[in-house]
């Protein structure tokens, strides 16, 4: 019978380098001879691409209700764990998430103010009540990370919806998953490094063999 794979995911605020780490952590396991998937919310699915382009969409921004917001990161996620994340995992691969329903908690919970009653209820719904073995929170100080974001034009030509928003919620962002990372044990926060992704990526490696051994 042929095992559970684990769960393994890269969370953080904007201009964090999640996607950076993504996938040499990913290299790294395929080199040590493990099958692995990388996912990316949102996304990830050709039905998750069209929901990304509406949620990121600079056009909206200001505009799109928080609970249009917060509906849609669920469709697109219903849709990942169904078509990549649950088949994978359960014919015993590696799943490497580029973000995941954490960021629902905190970007519509407590950045947004919606109910985090019902953003939890639904995290269960759309992920199946498949639990996170390794969360990887990438930490830094907003207003840089913003910089070294806005660097690089998302796939709009500018600043993407997201990257819009004020300094305040994106304080907000770190606050939540800081305070995330403090009350659940399989979170771990890394400090981003810019000068250093090599270093980022040691310590990366350091924890998935000290918690998941592998």
Known sequence: MVGRGYFIAVSGIEGAG????????GDYL??????????????????????????????FTGRMDPLTEMLLYQADRAQQY???????????KHV?????????????????GLSLG??????????RNTPIDLLYIIDGD????LKNAWKDLSEFGEKDRMEKEALEFHQKLREGFLDFA??????????HRQDDEEGMQEEIRYHLKERLKI
Do not use: M, W
């Not at 995941?100 to 519509?108: A, G, L, N, P, T």
């Not at 907003?142 to 990370?145: D, I, Q, S």
């Open 142 to 145: 907003p207003e840089t990370l």
């Open 30 to 59: 395929t080199q040590k001879g493990h099958n692995v998937i990388i996912a990316r919310e949102p996304g990830g699915t050709e039905i998750g691409k069209k929901i990304r382009a509406v949620i990121l969409d600079p056009e």
């Open 18 to 25: 999640k996607t950076s780490q993504v996938k040499p952590l």
């Open 96 to 112: 490497i998430s580029d973000r995941c329903f954490v960021e629902s908690i905190i970007y519509q919970g407590i950045a947004r």
């Open 118 to 127: 019902v953003i939890n209820h639904l995290n269960q719904i759309t992920t």
């Open 182 to 191: 403090q009350r659940n044990s399989f979170a771990v926060v890394i400090n």
């Open 82 to 92: 169904s078509q990549i994340v649950l088949p994978n995992l359960y014919s015993g």
